[in-house]
């Protein structure tokens, strides 16, 4: 099996295990993290050879930016405090705890290269969470906190990796100059990715068309990340700039046919990248039992160690700081989304899970120092980066459909029930107004503006019935059977006339371009229903 044949397979992977984590309840990454590991031990199976400066230019970018279309900038603004408190000041204090530990216990390894080991197992992946927590049905606020440490850790984290490398390959390290980088870092990244997002909102209304637009939103962040990389800024705070400013601006409310597009292109670029990240994740196992050899029973020691320190800090930090959230919550009367329970802060722990940024920042350890000498314990940090990554995914992955199950942590679904009532009732209501406008501009026939406002008012009832009392409920209903009906021998009739239109296409003296432009005609009817 060569390179090629093995990526595809895990992108042929990556689609099947969708299917068998929704009939199972377990996570995709986590299946195909245990898909790359048993090709791992498979003797015709090559090791992957990609180079490590590559894996987070190319996985992270299109990971961020589909995760931030799932979310807004509001979402991370009533957040920002939760946030800030689990994606900046947890991973200082997991960098610390592990780089302490490590010192202690590793041999021939130096302070430099132990924090170099804290910061690249200090953040739980954002991809490994969200896939996660989307799929266990928590509340909200849980997945909202979930999904803002997940994509803000990385900053802190990858510029706290950058710090400890250099010290360790220099052999000097200077605080004033740590914060200072880490400043600018955030100043150069915020800046690039405003750029990037108002350029690349002002050239999609250029272009117009669906299709490049879509094109374009595949290019925006890698530039957004190449850019703020080149420029010494962080990168992945650059995407995530970029990708909240074009959730808020790109699309305006009549761009259908972008959005649609949009959306189904990013979640088939979402499952494919998931699937191949998390493999490759699996794959390394040819590394860690490579370095591993002949030194079992220590790095296991040391390994296990660093693991049980990663996951009781994070326990440690979560217990008081969701105490004291909940405290200011109730003293201020903060509107922000907070563990309200010590069940869903258990969660929040064991969702702490390790992926893509940690084993692409180990493998990116250098060789050598600049004295010429090996990077102290580059073997072990691998080694032991590669355990926890491993054992949060596997066992906290495996584990936590479980945990939410026996800790009876569910979403607010009455809650949800009543949003999507007020955004019903939102949206009838600016319709009717909206005809009311059209009224009062040009005469309607009295037919047809009874349909219209009936239309309005359908267009509420099907998103929330409950906008409306029992008895004109009912009557909606009688109407909406009599609507399927309609709408379900139309769909076989447009049926009947695709069929006609594809037959056509294999006649001769048919032109295959006329042919599927009239078939794209019946299949947008067909949308439209």
Same mark, same amino acid.
């Not at 390959?169 to 150069?188: D, N």
């Given at each position: 099996? @060569?390179?090629?044949? *093995?990526?595809?397979?895990?992108?042929?992977?990556?689609?099947?295990?969708?299917?068998?984590?929704?009939?199972?309840?377990?996570?995709?990454?986590?299946?195909?993290?245990?898909?790359?590991?048993?090709?791992?031990?498979?003797?015709?199976?090559?090791?992957?050879?990609?180079?490590? &400066?590559?894996?987070?230019?190319?996985?992270?970018?299109? /990971?961020?930016?589909?995760?931030? =279309?799932?979310?807004?900038?509001? =979402?991370?603004?009533?957040?920002?405090?939760?946030? #800030?408190?689990?994606?900046?000041?947890?991973?200082?204090?997991?960098?610390?705890?592990?780089?302490?530990?490590?010192?202690?216990?590793?041999?021939?390894?130096?302070?430099?290269?132990?924090?170099?080991?804290?910061?690249?197992?200090?953040?739980?992946?954002?991809?490994?969470?969200?896939?996660?927590?989307?799929?266990?049905?928590?509340?909200?606020?849980?997945?909202?906190?979930?999904?803002?440490?997940?994509? #803000?850790?990385?900053?802190?984290?990858?510029?706290?990796?950058?710090?400890?490398?250099?010290?360790?390959?220099?052999?000097? #390290?200077?605080?004033?100059?740590?914060?200072?980088?880490?400043?600018?870092?955030?100043?150069?990244?915020?800046?690039?990715?405003?750029?990037?997002?108002?350029?690349?909102?002002?050239?999609?209304?250029?272009?117009?068309?669906?299709?490049? =637009?879509?094109?374009?939103? /595949? *290019?925006?962040?890698?530039?957004?990340?190449?850019?703020?990389?080149?420029?010494?800024?962080?990168?992945?705070?650059?995407?995530?700039?970029?990708?909240?400013?074009?959730?808020?601006?790109? *699309?305006?409310? @009549? @761009?259908?046919?972008?959005?649609?597009?949009?959306?189904?292109?990013?979640?088939?670029?979402?499952?494919?990248?998931?699937?191949? &990240? #998390?493999?490759?994740?699996?794959?390394? /196992?040819?590394?860690?039992?490579?370095?591993?050899?002949?030194?079992?029973?220590?790095?296991?020691?040391?390994?296990?160690?660093?693991?049980?320190?990663?996951?009781?800090?994070?326990?440690?930090?979560?217990?008081?700081?969701?105490?004291?959230?909940?405290?200011?919550?109730?003293?201020?009367?903060?509107?922000? @989304?907070?563990?309200?329970?010590? =069940?869903?802060?258990?969660?929040?722990?064991?969702?702490?899970?390790?992926?893509?940024?940690?084993?692409?920042?180990?493998? &990116?350890?250098?060789?050598?120092?600049?004295?010429?000498?090996?990077?102290?314990?580059?073997?072990?940090? *691998?080694?032991?980066?590669?355990?926890?990554?491993?054992?949060?995914?596997?066992?906290?992955?495996?584990?936590?459909?479980?945990?939410?199950?026996?800790?009876?942590?569910?979403?607010?679904?009455?809650?949800?029930?009543?949003?999507?009532?007020?955004?019903?009732?939102?949206?009838?209501?600016?319709?009717?107004?909206?005809?009311?406008?059209?009224?009062?501009?040009?005469?309607?026939?009295?037919?047809?503006?009874?349909?219209?406002?009936?239309?309005?008012?359908?267009?509420?009832?099907?998103?929330?019935?409950?906008?409306?009392?029992?008895?004109?409920?009912?009557?909606?209903?009688?109407?909406?059977?009599?609507?399927?009906?309609?709408?379900?021998?139309?769909?076989?009739?447009?049926?009947?006339?695709?069929?006609?239109?594809?037959?056509?296409?294999?006649?001769?003296?048919?032109?295959?371009?006329?042919?599927?432009?009239?078939?794209?005609?019946?299949?947008?009817?067909?949308?439209?229903?």
């Amino acid at each position: 099996m @060569d390179q090629l044949a *093995l990526f595809f397979g895990l992108m042929l992977a990556a689609i099947v295990m969708v299917p068998v984590g929704e009939r199972t309840g377990l996570p995709s990454p986590v299946l195909m993290t245990l898909f790359g590991g048993v090709l791992a031990l498979i003797p015709q199976v090559p090791n992957v050879r990609i180079n490590p &400066a590559l894996i987070l230019p190319l996985l992270l970018p299109p /990971l961020l930016y589909a995760s931030v =279309q799932r979310t807004s900038w509001a =979402q991370f603004a009533a957040n920002r405090r939760a946030i #800030f408190l689990l994606a900046v000041a947890l991973v200082f204090v997991t960098t610390a705890a592990v780089a302490a530990v490590a010192d202690a216990v590793v041999p021939g390894i130096t302070v430099a290269s132990a924090f170099t080991l804290g910061s690249l197992v200090a953040p739980p992946d954002p991809v490994a969470a969200t896939a996660v927590a989307g799929r266990l049905g928590l509340p909200r606020r849980m997945t909202s906190i979930l999904e803002g440490e997940g994509l #803000f850790n990385d900053v802190t984290a990858i510029v706290l990796y950058h710090v400890a490398v250099a010290a360790a390959v220099s052999g000097h #390290f200077s605080v004033p100059h740590a914060i200072l980088q880490l400043v600018l870092s955030a100043v150069v990244a915020v800046a690039v990715g405003l750029a990037l997002g108002w350029g690349a909102n002002k050239l999609m209304s250029v272009v117009g068309d669906a299709t490049s =637009q879509v094109g374009l939103s /595949l *290019l925006v962040p890698y530039a957004s990340y190449a850019i703020a990389e080149e420029l010494h800024g962080s990168g992945v705070l650059a995407v995530l700039t970029t990708a909240l400013f074009l959730a808020e601006h790109a *699309l305006g409310a @009549d @761009d259908v046919t972008a959005r649609l597009a949009g959306t189904t292109f990013w979640d088939i670029v979402d499952t494919l990248v998931i699937g191949i &990240a #998390f493999g490759l994740i699996g794959l390394e /196992l040819h590394n860690v039992f490579r370095v591993g050899a002949g030194n079992w029973g220590p790095m296991l020691r040391h390994a296990a160690l660093v693991v049980a320190v990663v996951a009781v800090v994070r326990l440690l930090y979560l217990l008081p700081a969701a105490w004291i959230a909940r405290k200011l919550h109730r003293l201020r009367d903060m509107d922000e @989304d907070i563990p309200m329970t010590w =069940q869903e802060t258990v969660i929040m722990w064991w969702a702490g899970m390790r992926g893509v940024a940690s084993v692409a920042l180990a493998l &990116a350890i250098p060789l050598r120092t600049h004295a010429g000498g090996p990077f102290p314990a580059r073997a072990e940090l *691998l080694f032991i980066a590669f355990a926890v990554v491993l054992a949060t995914l596997v066992v906290q992955g495996l584990t936590l459909p479980w945990m939410v199950r026996r800790l009876e942590v569910g979403g607010d679904i009455e809650a949800e029930h009543d949003l999507e009532r007020d955004l019903a009732l939102r949206a009838m209501t600016a319709a009717r107004t909206r005809l009311k406008e059209i009224e009062r501009n040009e005469p309607l026939d009295e037919e047809l503006t009874e349909m219209l406002y009936r239309r309005a008012f359908d267009l509420g009832v099907r998103i929330s019935p409950d906008v409306v009392e029992d008895e004109r409920r009912e009557s909606h209903a009688r109407r909406l059977r009599r609507i399927r009906a309609l709408r379900r021998i139309q769909e076989d009739m447009l049926s009947a006339a695709r069929a006609a239109v594809l037959e056509a296409r294999s006649e001769p003296g048919h032109d295959p371009e006329v042919v599927d432009r009239v078939l794209r005609h019946l299949d947008l009817r067909s949308l439209r229903g």
